[in-house]
């Protein structure tokens, strides 16, 4: 019996789930078990959804860095070789890259170096066209 509830349960979008202690609840704003705070399962899927388009974006843009160091940086601390692509599935990026709030948060932060980085010598190329054009290299 507590197993179909538990099953029905986590099949409710209104359900909470906790994401210290991963119980499951259907009224709570805090987790009854250890006390964490709390988000509905439609809330929590959004902001997995939300990280998931982010890290294909920040793929797709490093994709495109004109600079081989740049690109290799990203492809050891970013994202691996054709680790995503574009059949990848969003569960496998969400569990890989987004699920541990300091990889996410570290991911971004590769990327936004390799921006700088990527800004300061080969800039971006996509379609024949460079980014930085005309402009003096460092
Ligand atoms: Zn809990």
């Known amino acids: ?5 538990k099953a029905m349960i986590v099949n409710r979008l209104d359900a909470y789930k906790c ?7 259907l009224t709570a704003s805090r987790c009854p078990e250890c006390g964490q705070r709390v988000e509905t399962m439609a809330e929590h899927q959004s902001r997995v959804k939300e990280r998931v388009e982010l890290v294909r974006a920040m793929e797709t843009v490093c994709r495109n ?18 680790d995503i692509t574009p059949g990848t599935t969003d569960e496998y990026i969400a569990e890989t890259y987004c ?3 300091e990889d996410f948060a570290e991911l971004m932060d ?5 921006m700088e980085r990527a800004a300061k010598s080969g800039g971006l190329f996509c379609g024949r066209v460079v980014s930085n054009i005309g402009k003096e290299k460092e």
């Open 99 to 101: 699920e541990d709030e």
């Open 65 to 82: 860095i004109n600079d081989e160091e740049v690109l290799m940086a990203w492809l050891m601390c970013g994202v691996a070789d054709e």
């Open 110 to 114: 590769t990327f936004l170096r390799c």
């Open 19 to 25: 994401p210290n202690c991963g119980k499951m609840f």
């Open 1 to 5: 019996m507590e197993d179909i509830n």
